[in-house]
């Protein structure tokens, strides 16, 4: 495999550190050089053959999306902030990946394996290149439940959300409520990518999300909760939109 070429930017020093050493863990990527600021990273990135730049985006005189933008050919860009209200903002620029402070490196490794796919295809000229997870709903398969004293068929692009309801699943569409006895997890084994769950009580099914808002989804007259626990993965996947 390889060798790309990474690039670190981020004005508080021991947040750099910790991703200058995930890069120096991970045995396809080089760590090209480390910068406090962005108008450093600008110079580095204007003049050097960077394949990831892992930019924070809080910084002093020149913010990471700043950068970003103004740059003419961005390499890969993973963008790091402790600030989640962000990622919508982010997710304009098409960045490859959002992560959220502190980084653990199972996450970082996720993210690396996105941007990897994304270089390969752009060096084998396969042009809109998205990561591996990002499918169409037309892609997965009708499933059948058990409700209502009969069995239906149900198309995963017609849910709207998944709602937890003690032992059974409600699965909320445009026309009616379907309720089934299943868990979170056996339903979400049937719907596929374009569904990620973003509760404990919750699953959403990514192309009927309308907008997004202190920590509350909008679907359809809707406001759906997004757990702590789940909002990193929910926000990396909306980057593929």
Known sequence: MKTYQCLVVDDEE?????????VGRTAHL???????DAIEAFG????NPIDVAFLDIEMP???GLELVKNLTQPPQIVLITSRPSYAVEAFEYSVADYLIKPV?????LKAVERV??????QANNLPNAVPAKAISTTEQADFFIKTDGKIVRFKPQDILYVEALSDYVVLHTLSKKHITHSTMKGIAEKLGEDFIRVHRSYIVNIHKIESIEDDHISIHQA?????????QD??????FL
């Open 30 to 36: 080089h760590l090209f050089a480390q910068c406090p």
């Open 61 to 63: 005189e020149m913010t």
């Open 223 to 231: 406001k759906i909760p997004v757990g702590v626990s789940y909002k």
């Open 44 to 47: 580095v990135l204007k003049n």
């Open 234 to 239: 929910f926000l990396a996947k909306l980057n």
């Open 14 to 22: 021991f947040s750099r550190t910790v991703i200058a050493q995930y």
């Open 116 to 121: 990897t796919e994304n270089l390969e295809k």
């Open 104 to 108: 653990k490196y199972a996450r970082f």
